[in-house]
């Protein structure tokens, strides 16, 4: 098995697992995805998934601008930790980044659901082999039950434009961040 997340601040990646799960996952992905067993598979997405966080923080605005914020919080507290100033909690630093980020448009769609849902997505386009409309809400439905944070924004907009929202999804995320 292979986890991973991504540090908003310093944009590092960290996978924990066997460097040979990740060799093997590599390699079946050079092979278009037809051969990653279940485990690999699992493994591939979440490589993808932290990749495609880390191509929005350095390439699109609004992620970039709060990866950039959030290294500005974190060097603050710092700062006040050495000189004996910080308060208790670390939090209170990005209590302001937190409500940015948990925004939500008069659709119902937060900001991060728009995050993790392009990250999803481009994820899922990468590992699997002829990808399709219907099989991506299928593995919503299956694989992230209960994570509305992941299908939130491609379900709405797949309600109101059907399939096409295939097609469109990673632009329009791209262009609304």
């Given at each position: 098995?292979?986890?991973?997340?991504?540090?908003?601040?310093?944009?590092?990646?960290?996978?924990?697992?066997?460097?040979?799960?990740?060799?093997?996952?590599?390699?079946?992905?050079?092979?278009?995805?037809?051969?990653?067993?279940?485990?690999?598979?699992?493994?591939?997405?979440?490589?993808?998934?932290?990749?495609?966080?880390?191509?929005?923080?350095?390439?699109?605005?609004?992620?970039?601008?709060?990866?950039?914020?959030?290294?500005?919080?974190?060097?603050?507290?710092?700062?006040?930790?050495?000189?004996?100033?910080?308060?208790?909690?670390?939090?209170?630093?990005?209590?302001?980044?937190?409500?940015?980020?948990?925004?939500?448009?008069?659709?119902?769609?937060?900001?991060?659901?728009?995050?993790?849902?392009?990250?999803?997505?481009?994820?899922?386009?990468?590992?699997?082999?002829?990808?399709?409309?219907?099989?991506?809400?299928?593995?919503?439905?299956?694989?992230?039950?209960?994570?509305?944070?992941?299908?939130?924004?491609?379900?709405?907009?797949?309600?109101?434009?059907?399939?096409?929202?295939?097609s469109l999804f990673s632009v329009l995320c791209y262009r609304?961040?």
């Open positions: 098995m292979l986890e991973a997340w991504t540090d908003a601040s310093s944009l590092v990646t960290v996978f924990t697992g066997s460097s040979q799960t990740y060799d093997d996952v590599l390699q079946g992905v050079a092979f278009g995805g037809r051969f990653l067993s279940e485990e690999y598979y699992e493994a591939c997405v979440a490589h993808f998934h932290e990749t495609a966080h880390f191509w929005q923080a350095i390439s699109t605005n609004f992620c970039s601008e709060y990866s950039r914020q959030q290294m500005h919080c974190a060097l603050a507290f710092v700062e006040q930790l050495s000189a004996g100033n910080a308060a208790e909690n670390p939090s209170t630093y990005f209590s302001a980044l937190e409500t940015l980020m948990n925004d939500r448009g008069p659709n119902g769609v937060h900001v991060l659901d728009v995050i993790e849902g392009s990250a999803v997505f481009v994820a899922y386009r990468l590992c699997t082999y002829e990808p399709t409309h219907d099989a991506y809400l299928q593995y919503l439905r299956e694989t992230h039950r209960g994570q509305r944070r992941y299908s939130r924004a491609y379900t709405y907009l797949a309600e109101r434009i059907g399939g096409a929202a295939f609304a961040l």
